[in-house]
């Protein structure tokens, strides 16, 4: 049995305003190839299938093409609902869509209810366990005293390993939305610590042969048999340069025989750039840059008039600006950097520097910007 592992498609999603669907499908619609040259038999999705509870119209279209080309291809799909989904949503007709080879596992009271598939040594059970808010999710367990992701996470596989338990040789593979320890989060995830401790435990997922895990998007290896395949495409700048990768799994008739990685390409990268206008705009050595979404970091002494306009002359796709502002701006360190540490009376006048491009504060304004400091702490003496 060989299967595909992704997770945190976010289908939908935008990258500082910028449109990301064309990209989207363009990755997604080519795990089919992949399917096809690799003899994939499952392809399974982690979580976040959607960027959100409530996806646009083009935002399904394009699910339900890349679903179209993956059934096509020959494989099954297997995808859960993560804390970006609607899990209600997601399992709109999932009974008649099994059918034809889709299969969504979103509804917790189920979630030890296996896709079975099969192969030459026996069978594969592929359990989905949809996205456990710990508030929510206790009552649906019949744990009210479950508070955290731990607690829940820990009743679902119990659930998982008692059904296992009543189909002795059947090989497991476990879906999972979750923050597991030893995890390396980016910055474009979602925080899920919302009604319960957010890290939960390797140990919870015992006693299956794969957790094809969900919700971190940098690919990485927790144990052999415990991986996130990380998002399709990057999702911050703080995912620039990251390769990005699906796992190839494969078990055997005694369980997990190995896997490896499936580099997936990157339609347009993510580059961030800086240094003053005038050396982005005309330096060769950008050049690459010019296809790229790019963010940029300005460090002219004094801000220059209409930046973004004048860098999408070059940089069509640029969608993010900082100028780190006047004095020091060449050192590195952000506004905020600059700052820290000093005091009242500094910061008060490093701000009418920066909103003024950079011009300081003249002894009179000083003066009168101290008195106005002062009257505002004696007010608040009084209070």
């Known amino acids: 049995m060989r299967l595909l592992h992704t997770s945190d498609w976010h289908i939908g999603r935008s990258l500082h305003g910028a449109d990301l669907l064309a990209e989207q499908e363009a990755v997604l619609s080519g795990l089919a190839g992949v399917v096809t040259a690799e003899g994939v038999d499952a392809v399974v999705v982690a979580g976040d299938v959607y960027d959100r509870a409530v996806p646009s119209a083009d935002a399904t279209a394009v699910l339900d093409r890349v679903v179209e080309h993956l059934l096509d291809a020959g494989a099954a799909v297997v995808l859960t609902p993560g804390n970006h989904d609607s899990a209600r949503r997601l399992g709109t007709f999932s009974g008649l869509l099994t059918q034809a080879g889709l299969h969504v596992r979103a509804a917790t009271a189920r979630l030890d209810e296996p896709v079975l598939l099969a192969d030459a040594h026996g069978g594969v059970a592929v359990y989905g366990l949809p996205y456990l808010e710990p508030e929510i999710a206790r009552h649906e367990l019949g744990l009210p005293e479950a508070r955290s992701h731990e607690a829940v996470l820990r009743a679902a596989m119990d659930r998982v390993r008692a059904d296992l338990a009543r189909r002795p040789g059947t090989r497991s593979v476990v879906l999972a939305h979750a923050f597991v320890g030893g995890g390396v989060a980016s910055d474009s995830e979602r925080d899920i610590c919302v009604g319960g401790v957010e890290v939960v435990p390797a140990s919870v997922f015992d006693g299956v042969d794969y957790v094809a895990l969900g919700h971190l998007h940098r690919p990485q290896t927790l144990t052999d048999r415990l991986r996130y395949s990380g998002s399709p495409l990057p999702y911050s700048f703080g995912e620039a340069g990251q390769d990005k990768q699906a796992w190839l799994v494969d078990l055997d008739g005694a369980g997990l025989a190995g896997v490896r990685a499936v580099p997936l390409p990157v339609p347009r990268p993510l580059t961030v750039l800086t240094g003053t206008l005038d050396a982005l705009l005309d330096d060769p050595a950008h050049a690459a840059a010019e296809e790229a979404f790019v963010s940029v970091r300005l460090t002219d002494d004094v801000r220059p008039p209409d930046p973004m306009r004048r860098l999408r002359a070059r940089f069509p796709h640029c969608v993010h600006l900082e100028w780190t502002g006047g004095a020091g701006a060449g050192d590195g360190r952000s506004y905020q ?35 106005a400091l002062g009257a505002a702490a004696r007010e608040e003496l009084t209070r």
Do not use: K, M
Request: aromatic fraction near 2%.
């Open 337 to 371: 950097e600059r700052l820290r540490g000093r005091g009242d009376l500094d910061v008060a006048g490093e701000f009418v520097s920066h909103v003024r491009g950079g011009v300081g504060t003249t002894p009179a304004e000083r003066d009168l910007l101290a008195r």
